[in-house]
């Protein structure tokens, strides 16, 4: 391809854009669809974020974040890309999730840190809905959806009013038989 001739790092963040931008719509539809809520509200539902909450999530999330970001992916970035790719998806969401608190300040305009992403998973009022991006926080901007607040953690995690049944199981068929919400 095309993209296979530029250098290595301008490909790898082309691949990052064109990622965070296809899980930018995907996400916001997750949370705005609220047939698709169902399924991404099981990631939403911790009540505490540290690194491990990252891999919360119900299969049909997982599959479609996959199908609608990887797939096309690989049919416009060379593998090696595709691969450096998931190396650095796989950690930036691992930190992005985990409670670890120091900041790299002059950084936080260019990349998503931990702050940034416990403001998205808060259940405070002022910032549901918000910091969809999962790389680029500069995209939130664009669209409307940033929120960080000066020096400051969300207070408060999990759902706003919705309980998410115990268990593997149970949080399987939940998205299936919800009763919507107003």
């Known amino acids: 391809t095309a993209i296979g001739h530029l250098p290595w790092l301008l490909q790898f963040f082309l691949a990052v854009l064109v990622a965070d931008l296809a899980e930018y719509v995907i ?30 999530s119900h299969l049909v999330d997982d599959v479609v974040v996959r199908a ?13 890309i595709n691969v450096a790719y998931l190396f ?61 607040p000066e020096d400051k953690w969300p207070e408060t995690y999990g759902l706003n009013n919705e309980d998410i049944p115990r268990g593997f199981w149970a949080q399987f068929v939940y998205p299936f038989t919800r009763k919507k919400t107003a």
């Not at 949370?31 to 491990?52: N, R, T």
């Open 27 to 56: 996400h916001r539809a997750f949370h705005e669809v609220p047939f698709l809520w169902g399924f991404h509200a099981i990631h939403h539902s911790s009540k505490a974020l540290d690194w491990i909450a990252g891999s919360r």
């Open 68 to 80: 609608f970001i990887l797939v096309p992916m690989m049919l416009v970035f060379p593998h090696n």
């Open 88 to 148: 650095f998806v796989t950690l930036h969401a691992t930190w992005t999730h985990c409670n670890f608190g120091p900041t790299i300040k002059w950084l936080e305009p260019f990349i998503i840190q931990p702050r940034y992403h416990h403001w998205h998973h808060t259940s405070q009022a002022e910032a549901i809905d918000k910091n969809y991006a999962i790389h680029f926080p500069w995209i939130d901007k664009l669209f409307g959806t940033h929120y960080l």
